[in-house]
């Protein structure tokens, strides 16, 4: 028997406690030298084609791509570094997975006044992150994360709660601003919605083992 599943039968099952199985790590880290990185690619930004057709656009509203994918990565190394290195950490402080990981993805993205991005997954990855690089939480709409209700093989019935807990939230918000990158697996639901003021650049990308 595991020390998982031992735990689970002396601390559980013994003593009448609840137990949350399976948390979903989320991490958020302040990007070192976010300033001097944002100049950067500001600069980068003002050299790129805006791009409103996107892939994406069919899940997202009011969001052109600078350049094209990867491109900023390829052009700016010293920025994949820095995030590659916070994405190391976040695999050393959750999952401790014995694998090298790279940025296989990554899009550069302008939201206007109104944008969303409907609630959606990436089936592609392993990591999902999203590193705000122009962001103000009282002007932008921030990131959140939904439950998945839908099942192929069991019903999903939606009752009336008394109050909220982290085992009924329907949506759950992670505190982030300017500069920071926040790291999420790829599988979760995520989006967001009426961002209310234009100018709102984030670089979103996927990551998976090499």
Known sequence: MSELSQSLEKEVLHKNQIYGCFPTPISTYEVPEHKQLKQEILQWMSKQDINPDHQR????????????????LNDCPNVKQTLLNLINTHNDNTNCYSVRYDIVESYLELASEQAIYA?????????????????DSKIH????????????????????????????????????????LLIY???????????????????SMNIAPV
Not at 120 to 134: L, Q
Not at 150 to 158: D, E, G, N
Not at 185 to 203: A, V
């Open 119 to 135: 609630p959606h997954e990436h089936a592609n990855a392993f990591y999902s992150a999203t590193y705000f690089i122009n962001f």
């Open 185 to 203: 697996p790829s599988n979760i639901t995520h989006g967001y919605e009426s961002n209310p003021q234009g100018e709102r650049i984030t670089l």
């Open 57 to 72: 656009k069919m899940i997202s509203h009011n969001v052109v791509e600078i350049g094209k994918s990867n491109e900023l």
């Open 141 to 180: 709409s921030s990131l959140k994360f939904r439950r998945h209700i839908f099942s192929t093989f069991y019903p999903s019935l939606q009752i009336p709660i008394s109050k909220q807990t982290p085992y009924n939230m329907p949506e759950v918000h992670v505190p982030h601003s300017e500069g920071d």
